[in-house]
């Protein structure tokens, strides 16, 4: 099925390091979102984006979506260890409908 | 109960055998979503509910699937004759009326 664009796939930091990670697509979206996945959870939702060119912040977090709405980031700043785990962007079409995901960025922190 | 429930939180199963997945979403929610995730990947669109009717079930992989929501709560994910690359972790989410999705733990299925 479609999936968005997610980059990097993976990446190795050191605690108190800024973090950014991006998606992109070629479809237009109305809505970006931003989750997190632990082991063994299902995907918890961090940032979500209605409107483009909206830049949004959840504590350490801030995320903006496109202007083109083709695209978002996520940026996390002075990463701590819980940061650890599995992000994904997911864009929405319409409201309660079906949700289309990046691949994910692994995020480590090296000790 | 407080979040979305989903059981079993893992299955095996024989190839060739038929699975029930089941997901109690959060009471009220009118919404309810079943995705698939592989190894390494993004959740897939399988079928979305509202109410009791199936919205949209475009992203069932063929008609050995089969997802349910008879009262409009409760859901069961039907898969028939299983086959080794059914082999995923299943997710439910559920929302309000243009709510956020609240996710469940999932289902991971193994068929052998």
């Known amino acids: 099925g479609q999936q968005l664009n997610q980059s990097p796939q993976s990446m190795f930091i050191q605690e108190g390091e800024d973090v950014s990670m991006n998606c992109t697509s070629s479809?237009?979206?109305?809505?970006w979102l931003w989750y997190k996945q632990d082991p063994g959870e299902g995907p918890v939702l961090l940032i979500a984006l209605y409107k483009a060119g909206e830049l949004t912040s959840n504590g350490r977090l801030t995320a903006q979506f496109g202007i083109t709405r083709k695209d978002s980031f996520l940026n996390i700043s002075a990463s701590i260890p819980s940061d650890v785990g599995i992000y994904f962007c997911?864009?929405?079409?319409?409201?309660?409908?079906?949700?289309?995901w990046g691949a994910g960025t692994k995020l480590i922190i090296k000790p | 109960g407080a979040g979305v429930s989903q059981t079993p939180s893992n299955k095996v199963t024989e190839k060739g055998k038929y699975v029930e997945l089941r997901c109690d979403p959060i009471?009220?929610?009118?919404?309810l979503y079943w995705y698939r995730q592989s190894l390494g990947q993004g959740p897939e669109f399988l079928i979305y509910?509202?109410?009791?009717?199936?919205?949209?079930d475009s992203g069932l992989p063929n008609d050995r699937f089969f997802a349910v929501r008879p009262e409009g709560s409760v859901s069961t994910l039907k898969i028939q004759r299983t086959e080794r690359g059914d082999s995923a972790v299943y997710l439910c989410a559920s929302s309000s009326v243009g709510g956020e999705a609240f996710f469940g733990q999932g289902t991971r299925l193994t068929v052998v």
């Open positions: 479809s237009i979206f109305n809505t």
């Open positions: 997911a864009g929405q079409k319409n409201s309660n409908y079906q949700l289309i």
């Open positions: 509910f509202q109410g009791t009717g199936a919205a949209d």
């Open positions: 009471s009220g929610h009118t919404a």
